[in-house]
């Protein structure tokens, strides 16, 4: 089936629905503008947005499972209790977006800007994230674990309860984040900025691996010179 394409529309809610009732599962939005808008609790399966503006909009307990959305802007979003199982965000900038208890089984965001976000309390497993810009998100109880976190950017982020275990850091940055509790034992930190970081609390680093260079600053912190 051919997608049906919508192209530099003002989408409100009231046009959503009839775009859902002719369209279930293959409608694609470009550079439309849904500001404000809202969409909450309807079935938009497998729709892609690219290039859409998205400021305000309310997706609230929305099913949006095998969505994608590329070169999208939202901020101040709200996916709340959404359902994006199998879903996919390149390039977007979704900062201050709003995400608890979403259900984001298997979503992969890629590039995206995700300043200020709140992903505390989401479900689902092989949640995957890359060149992605988390700076001061609130990311609490958010599993890592196992990982490969390339070009990750955690600075001043709420990772209380995180569990980074085996994860692998390829650059990115930790710098200043809340870790209480967090656990990052057998993660690899060696190419990330740990600046800030309490590595020297071992039970929550276990066997984790820092370098030479990291280890010296970390002991600097406390006051000990490493000669």
């Known amino acids: 089936m051919t997608a049906p394409i919508f192209r530099d529309e003002n989408i409100s809610r009231e046009r959503m629905l009839a775009i859902t009732a002719a369209h279930p599962r293959v409608a694609v939005f470009e550079s439309c503008i849904l500001d404000g808008g809202d969409f909450s609790r ?113 600075s001043d982020a709420d990772l209380s309860g995180c569990d980074f275990r085996d994860a692998v850091f390829t650059g990115g940055s930790l710098r200043n984040a809340q870790t209480r509790l967090t656990r990052f034992e057998g993660a690899d930190l060696r190419d990330a900025d740990i600046s800030g970081l309490n590595v020297m609390d071992a039970k929550h680093f276990r066997k984790t691996v820092i370098s030479h260079r990291q280890a010296a600053a970390a002991l600097a912190a406390f006051g000990l010179i490493v000669a």
């Open 42 to 154: 309807l079935d938009m399966d497998g729709f892609r947005f690219e290039h859409c503006s998205l400021a305000g909009t309310n997706w609230l307990a929305a099913s949006l499972e095998e969505s994608h959305w590329h070169k999208c802007r939202g901020g101040q979003c709200d996916f709340s209790s959404a359902q994006l199982s199998d879903s996919r965000f390149d390039h977007c900038d979704l900062n201050n977006s709003y995400w608890r208890r979403a259900t984001l089984s298997s979503v992969q965001f890629q590039s995206c800007k995700l300043t200020g976000a709140h992903l505390q309390e989401v479900s689902g497993w092989a949640l995957e994230f890359s060149e992605c810009l988390l700076v001061s998100a609130d990311l609490r109880g958010l599993s890592f674990r196992k990982a490969q976190l390339e070009g990750m950017d955690f």
